[in-house]
């Protein structure tokens, strides 16, 4: 019967010694199986120990004490070397109830992994494998996924994730950037139009939403969609329909919702800002992103990771380099981690990359151009938002480059740099 399972897959006793195992179980590891014999933690572990004794929750602990299914994401030591597995623990129990042993089954989780790996989301801290826990269980299901994290904290990289982990991966993977889109941009871009629609439009073209079939459209930023698009977006994500601009026909788009917000689109609820009943069509399965300031146990793996896939694969930071590294807030979360790696690796004049070509920011001594002027009283304090818009109007009137060179200097995405000008009534006068 374990052999009729497709993932490796194990019949453990609440000792953790293993009865039954599979092929695909012997192919994943390469230790020696001895049933009756063997544990689970030695084989996939290779340690005497149960896996709660280092800092990982064991499933079959949680099966004891639920009698039910429990589940857990783990690394394990594979024949391919470490990786992240989702288990699956069930109890088997015969026809009086009595619990005979744990049916354990695998899931390999192939887009994160603990080292430095290409194309993979890298990682090892615990909110880290709380995220794959939620990333993995909303793959298996086609609910509504709503990612929301700081900016540069990862969330498209977790929306592809969810979609390469689910069974639309071989279909598209659509990406609809919800900010500054004005409502005839909306329908056109997410429904086509139809040839003679309007001014401009010399033939039909076809929707985001229509590429999208059978697949996933992440809508990111999706509280930036302002109040008279809401009701049409929450038509289309009741009835999955829609029209071209200009045309009669109804069609049908299967896709699979994911959306992300680095804004808390409850408190935008409750100031009238977003739909109450959008919002709860969107938040069927919340996933929340911590910040790289909740993990900074992953910054070392971090900064391998992208050094190893830069121009400067040679060079390696010293350990008062990385030791500042990991003491920093970053405000711009991973990006800003990424940007900090490539400007000093570029300043660095040798292969080792001293504290000293840090950026200032990073520096123990830095002072922000805002706390140099130290407050005198409470009232003289400022909202994070004023002083954020006081910066940049004064940025906007002085910087001679273009929207991305700007973006690489604030440390955040052109994206995000679009957002807030757009947030602010600001242009850059450059341009
Ligand atoms: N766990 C991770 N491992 C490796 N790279 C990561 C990880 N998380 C994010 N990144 C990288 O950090 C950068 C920012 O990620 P991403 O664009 O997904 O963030 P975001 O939250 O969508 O940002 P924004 O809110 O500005 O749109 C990207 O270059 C991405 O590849």
Redesign the pocket.
Request: with cysteine.
């Given at each position: 019967m374990i052999n009729a399972i497709d993932k490796p897959a194990i019949f453990i006793t609440p000792d953790y010694v293993i009865h039954a195992v599979n092929q695909a179980y012997l192919e994943t590891y390469n230790t020696q199986v001895i049933l009756g014999q063997s544990k689970c933690h030695q084989i996939s572990h290779h340690s005497n120990e149960p896996c709660d004794k280092h800092g990982e929750e064991c499933p079959l602990q949680q099966c004891q004490s639920t009698a039910r299914a429990a589940n857990a994401v783990h690394i394990h030591s594979t024949a391919h070397g470490k990786s992240y597995c989702d288990i699956l623990m069930k109890p088997i129990k015969d026809n009086s109830g009595k619990v005979l042993g744990y049916l354990e089954v695998l899931d390999a989780i192939d887009y994160?992994s603990t080292e430095s790996k290409k194309g993979?989301?890298?990682?090892q801290s615990a909110p880290?494998k709380q995220m794959l826990n939620r990333i993995n269980r909303a793959s298996q299901s086609s609910i509504a996924v709503l990612?929301q994290?700081?900016?540069?904290?990862?969330?498209?990289?977790?929306?592809?994730a969810v979609h390469q982990a689910s069974s639309r991966n071989d279909k598209p993977f659509v990406v609809i950037e919800c900010t500054g889109l004005s409502e005839n941009l909306f329908e056109s871009e997410l429904f086509g139009y139809e040839k003679g629609a309007f001014t401009g439009a010399t033939t039909s073209k076809k929707g985001l939403i229509e590429i999208a079939h059978g697949g996933t459209v992440f809508f990111?930023?999706i509280g930036d969609v302002p109040m008279n698009m809401q009701v049409k977006l929450l038509r289309l994500l009741e009835t999955q329909c829609y029209r071209a601009v200009g045309g009669l026909k109804q069609k049908r788009s299967d896709f699979r919702l994911v959306s992300?917000s680095?804004k808390n689109l409850l408190d935008l609820v409750e100031k009238g800002e977003f739909r109450r009943d959008l919002y709860y069509r969107i938040a069927g399965f919340p996933i929340y992103?911590p910040s790289l300031r909740e993990r900074l146990d992953?910054i070392p793996g971090?900064v391998n990771?992208?050094i190893k896939y830069s121009e400067y694969k040679h060079k390696r930071f010293s350990a008062n380099a990385l030791n500042l590294l990991s003491h920093y807030a970053y405000p711009?979360?991973?990006?800003e981690?990424?940007n900090i790696i490539e400007q000093s690796a570029l300043i660095a004049n040798e292969d080792i990359i001293h504290s000293s070509d840090l950026p200032e920011s990073v520096q123990p001594n830095h002072t922000s151009t805002d706390n140099k002027n130290t407050l005198k009283t409470a009232t003289e304090l400022m909202s994070l938002d004023d002083v954020e818009y006081a910066y940049l109007s004064q940025v906007c009137q002085q910087f001679q480059g273009s929207p991305a060179e700007l973006a690489i200097k604030l440390n955040?995405?052109v994206?995000?740099l679009y957002?807030k000008l757009q947030r602010y009534e600001l242009k850059l006068t450059a341009l």
């Amino acid at each position: 019967m374990i052999n009729a399972i497709d993932k490796p897959a194990i019949f453990i006793t609440p000792d953790y010694v293993i009865h039954a195992v599979n092929q695909a179980y012997l192919e994943t590891y390469n230790t020696q199986v001895i049933l009756g014999q063997s544990k689970c933690h030695q084989i996939s572990h290779h340690s005497n120990e149960p896996c709660d004794k280092h800092g990982e929750e064991c499933p079959l602990q949680q099966c004891q004490s639920t009698a039910r299914a429990a589940n857990a994401v783990h690394i394990h030591s594979t024949a391919h070397g470490k990786s992240y597995c989702d288990i699956l623990m069930k109890p088997i129990k015969d026809n009086s109830g009595k619990v005979l042993g744990y049916l354990e089954v695998l899931d390999a989780i192939d887009y994160a992994s603990t080292e430095s790996k290409k194309g993979t989301m890298v990682g090892q801290s615990a909110p880290f494998k709380q995220m794959l826990n939620r990333i993995n269980r909303a793959s298996q299901s086609s609910i509504a996924v709503l990612l929301q994290g700081e900016t540069g904290a990862g969330k498209e990289l977790v929306a592809k994730a969810v979609h390469q982990a689910s069974s639309r991966n071989d279909k598209p993977f659509v990406v609809i950037e919800c900010t500054g889109l004005s409502e005839n941009l909306f329908e056109s871009e997410l429904f086509g139009y139809e040839k003679g629609a309007f001014t401009g439009a010399t033939t039909s073209k076809k929707g985001l939403i229509e590429i999208a079939h059978g697949g996933t459209v992440f809508f990111d930023e999706i509280g930036d969609v302002p109040m008279n698009m809401q009701v049409k977006l929450l038509r289309l994500l009741e009835t999955q329909c829609y029209r071209a601009v200009g045309g009669l026909k109804q069609k049908r788009s299967d896709f699979r919702l994911v959306s992300a917000s680095h804004k808390n689109l409850l408190d935008l609820v409750e100031k009238g800002e977003f739909r109450r009943d959008l919002y709860y069509r969107i938040a069927g399965f919340p996933i929340y992103l911590p910040s790289l300031r909740e993990r900074l146990d992953d910054i070392p793996g971090l900064v391998n990771h992208f050094i190893k896939y830069s121009e400067y694969k040679h060079k390696r930071f010293s350990a008062n380099a990385l030791n500042l590294l990991s003491h920093y807030a970053y405000p711009g979360n991973i990006r800003e981690l990424k940007n900090i790696i490539e400007q000093s690796a570029l300043i660095a004049n040798e292969d080792i990359i001293h504290s000293s070509d840090l950026p200032e920011s990073v520096q123990p001594n830095h002072t922000s151009t805002d706390n140099k002027n130290t407050l005198k009283t409470a009232t003289e304090l400022m909202s994070l938002d004023d002083v954020e818009y006081a910066y940049l109007s004064q940025v906007c009137q002085q910087f001679q480059g273009s929207p991305a060179e700007l973006a690489i200097k604030l440390n955040i995405s052109v994206r995000t740099l679009y957002r807030k000008l757009q947030r602010y009534e600001l242009k850059l006068t450059a341009l």
